[in-house]
């Protein structure tokens, strides 16, 4: 017999639980997914950036400004 200190989770509860649950299996399947072809075509994943790409994205600062005329 159930006592009535055990409450029944509402449907909203359920939902977002089996939603959450839903999302992650996703998740994983994409990565498995996504490593599958990298292995196939002898890439790494996820992509490593190189040194020159890594450069390339900071900003350069001269230490000066051009004023607007």
Do not use: Y
Not at 31 to 41: G, K, N, P, S, Y
């Amino acid at each position: 017999m159930k006592t009535p200190e055990e409450s029944i989770p509402s449907l909203a509860q359920i939902e977002a639980e089996v939603m959450a649950e839903g999302r992650e299996w996703t998740r994983k399947r994409l990565e498995q997914r996504l490593q599958q072809l990298a292995d196939a075509h002898g890439e790494v994943f996820p992509p490593q950036s190189t040194a020159a790409e890594a450069s390339a994205r900071l900003p350069v600062s001269s230490g000066h400004r051009r004023r607007r005329r």
